[in-house]
């Protein structure tokens, strides 16, 4: 206890210099903590099943490079290496009337084994699925979709098709993240999911090889009797990777994490957490500095390393119970911050707090201990009080530590900067096609279900008239209308586009991989679409659902990847039956003509080069649900209302919703956006913790040059020579850390631009800007405390000294 107030005592002899430390230690752990939580949150999905590590998933891969969860007549479930498997169906878009409002619903279909894989704790009601008209929700549905309704249990809904479903339990929120986001479970014997294909999660038993099972099953087989040349496999899909895996379709009911999204968090939090680490020790050696004399005697009146090691380390954990304190308090006040802004929501794991909180309480004073203690205890008593306070080794050092503090801020941001450069290249560059001014709604909104009864007979036929009055209004209030300039019953192109795989004339010369989409004529016409040989899609001569469907307009890399030619002579093999061919015999599926060849347009991300694309002929009298229309710029306003009217006539219902082309353009680079931001709030935080220590020790620094000043003021020296004198030295370490961080920085670009098709350019003034700005607030940091030292009284320095 007596050594614990010694240590508080001398802290609180340099309160500047104590308090500046652990606010900079504060600022960085805070971050680090921040960062270090949503990654711990990320690495443990689904890990509050018990046996997570032997669940998986049963997936089907397709030769077209498609993946999805599976089963159904794989018989993968059956291999003896499976201990018990359970059966579940996704049911997305769910419309269920709850009486006064109707609710959209995620659900999932499972049979009586998924609650012993997928266990879940009940936080009202019962937890078992008995009757088919049962259903369990989750606490979250309850709160948020329900408004926390008291007692929810025996609450009666329907679907669409008015089958009504009456509530049993309420599911508590799981103890971890998990991969999906149910908002109820419906059971498996429901009549509207016999023609659904339930996917399959099974647990092996302890020590079995997957690899080697995978690899059982790894054999190719025909898809369906429609498919022609397309095959697919099973393989089991660890539950652990699926929720970082890419490949598989996103869906309303699955959540999919990003690893290169976590890498970036993670170089991010070791490069605050260096910063805050060295600025630490760096003012910390500035205070020892300060008690040169009073290590020194007490090494000469006995005192050993043990005890000198004990204060330091009780001095350095005292300063991180302070910074810790601190730093929770910036995680409760940022939390929202993080959540809304960079998008890093996190959940409390108490077990997970407690321990880090724990290490940098007691591990971390170890580490920032070392190097003072070391610096402190190699020399004897007399040498170290006269080197510690007089000698340029200890400057040296200091310079050291601020010089790589230098370094990561200069780095972090050049990077932001270019990460900003990148984003702002790949958001204005041309895509080839109309990217401005498009608007695409729902005129039509199927409410789910379906019914297989005699008695629904009726309702159908009644439902197929509905549908066809409002494609007719639709149509003719879209024709009448002068507000558009091109208007088309066909989606936007961005997500149309899916994987497919052709061949050049025959299967023999080997399948490629292409996207495929549809389109009208008066849909390429909206996008404007740039033709370069041939034609383009025309309603009087092309058709559907007939033996002269089978046509195709490619771009120029279709044309380059298959080396095609003449497209009059070449033709394109499908691996799969065409959707234009779904009325003719099922074994019919010829390869398809070329008609016309358009230039090259990106619908993905632009780090991936422009996709070989293959455009299908589309008759818009088949299309319901999608409005897509092109407007001048000045009448947007008018465009939507006149939209959003259109569909409460069409539809009777207010829940009008709309996509504009510049926001579903943006939202492709989403991610690249939250790396932008959290890099550029980062580097500011680097700036800061930076500017804390350059503020501690240039105020110690130029402090004990007061005499060296007040002598050569003395002598004549006079302002303009002093500036120079004690701005050199910090000018001299900012630009060896500049040399040092220019190719740092840009080795790291060149790095994360090696898989991007589309890169911005690499120019000087970005690390100009860098090195700029960080040499600014250097000056603005330390240009009071010279400009102070520079006007001192030479008589009261030589007086005092």
Known sequence: MKQILLSIRMLLRFKVYTFVNFIGLAISLACVFTITRYIHQENTVDHCYPEYKRIYFIERSISDGTKELSGYQSDLEKDPAVERYASFTPCTDLVMDFGKQEITVNALSI?????????????????????????????????????????????????????????????????TKTSWLPDMFLSDELEELWFSNPNYAVVMTPGTDIAKLNEKYNKEQPRDEWSTFQTMHYQYLPLTDYYYT?????????????????????IVAFLVGIIGILNFTNIYTVIMSKRAREFGIKKVYGAGRKEIFLQIYIENM???????????LIIEITRHLFYNEMYIPTNSNLKFDLNISLLILFVLPLLTTFYPFIKFTHNTP????RELSSTHFSVRSRMLFLGFQYVITIYMIVMSLFFVRQLEYMLHSDLGFRTHDVIECKMYVFKGGSSFHEKEKEDLLKEGKIQQANKELVNKRMSESTLFTHWSRIPMPLHQFKPSRYALNRAENGFKPVLRARMSPRSMELFEFQLLEGRLWNDSIDEMFTKNSFKCIINESAKKVFGIKDITRDKLQGEDKSWASSNVPSEYNPPVEIVGVIKDFNVKHLSQSAAPMIIEYFDEKYE??????????????????????????????????????????????NEDRRVVDIYSLFAKVAILISSLGLLAISLFDIRQRYREIGLRKVNGAQGKNIYPLLIKKYLSVLGIASLIAIPLSSGAIILYLEDFAHKAPITPDLFIIGIGATALISLLTIIWQIYKAANVNPAEVIKYE
Not at 129 to 140: G, Q, S, V
Not at 318 to 327: E, M, N, Q, T
Not at 382 to 385: D, I, Y
């Open 318 to 328: 005292l300063l991180s119970g302070a910074a810790l304190f601190i730093c929770w």
């Open 624 to 669: 319901l649900i999608t409005v897509t229309a092109s407007y001048p710029h000045e009448r947007r306003a008018e465009a939507i209302d006149f939209l959003r009217k259109l569909y409460e006539e069409a539809t009777g219902s207010t829940d009008f919703e709309y996509k504009l082309i510049e926001d579903e353009i943006a939202s492709m680079y």
């Open 246 to 266: 890419t490949s598989h379709e996103k869906s309303a009911l699955s959540q999919h994490g990003n690893k290169d999204y976590i890498r970036v968090l993670w």
């Open 111 to 175: 049979d009586s084994t998924f609650f012993s894989i997928f266990p879940y704790s009940i936080y009202m009601g019962s937890g078992k699925i008995k009757r088919p008209n049962d259903a369990l929700i989750t606490k979250e549905f309850w709160l948020h979709s329900l408004n926390g309704v008291p007692n929810p249990i025996g609450v009666t809904f329907k679907n669409s098709v008015g089958r009504k479903f009456r509530i049993v339990g309420v599911l508590d929120t799981q103890e």
């Open 382 to 385: 007399v040498s170290s009080m």
